[in-house]
């Protein structure tokens, strides 16, 4: 694998994902210290996985979700079976995502952590680096 596209300091976006809209969420994960999402689309199957503090805002309210406090990752589960109306990555790692009904998703990069990263098919890799913004790798 190689990197294929690192941050671009003069252009406020990331890669883009609009590959994801129209995706379905089949499952919501929780695992030790992370948490994550499975879309499926038709490009292929993603997985998102984060290990850090994000927010989910929908009908006026914000909840902080936090992977590391199990029952704080509660509300992740109505997001179950949602299809993503719209994604932004931006260039310092920001990963917002909105899906039906009018709920958001958004996850801040961290200075000195991965916070998340996106897998999916052909060897597609796309992660949040520590106070770096996105990088992304794919097969060639």
């Given at each position: 694998?190689?990197?294929?596209?690192?941050?671009?300091?003069?252009?406020?976006?990331?890669?883009?994902?609009?590959?994801?809209?129209?995706?379905?969420?089949?499952?919501?994960?929780?695992?030790?210290?992370?948490?994550?999402?499975?879309?499926?689309?038709?490009?292929g199957v993603y997985e998102w996985y984060v290990e850090e503090p994000l927010l989910l805002?929908?009908?006026?309210?914000?909840?902080?979700?936090?992977?590391?406090?199990?029952?704080?990752?509660?509300?992740?589960?109505?997001?179950?079976?949602?299809?993503?109306?719209?994604?932004?990555?931006?260039?310092?790692?920001?990963?917002?995502?909105?899906?039906?009904?009018?709920?958001?998703?958004?996850?801040?990069?961290?200075?000195?952590?991965?916070?998340?990263?996106?897998?999916?098919?052909?060897?597609?890799?796309?992660?949040?680096?520590?106070?770096?913004?996105?990088?992304?790798?794919?097969?060639?």
């Open positions: 694998m190689s990197v294929v596209r690192s941050p671009e300091r003069d252009s406020p976006l990331g890669p883009d994902l609009s590959f994801l809209n129209g995706a379905v969420i089949t499952q919501v994960f929780l695992h030790e210290h992370a948490a994550g999402l499975v879309f499926e689309s038709d490009q805002r929908s009908g006026g309210s914000i909840s902080r979700l936090n992977p590391k406090v199990p029952i704080s990752m509660a509300p992740l589960l109505s997001l179950l079976r949602r299809t993503v109306d719209a994604t932004a990555l931006e260039n310092d790692g920001t990963l917002r995502l909105k899906v039906q009904r009018g709920i958001e998703l958004e996850c801040s990069p961290h200075p000195t952590h991965q916070v998340w990263q996106l897998t999916g098919p052909r060897g597609f890799l796309l992660v949040c680096m520590p106070g770096n913004g996105p990088a992304l790798w794919i097969e060639r």
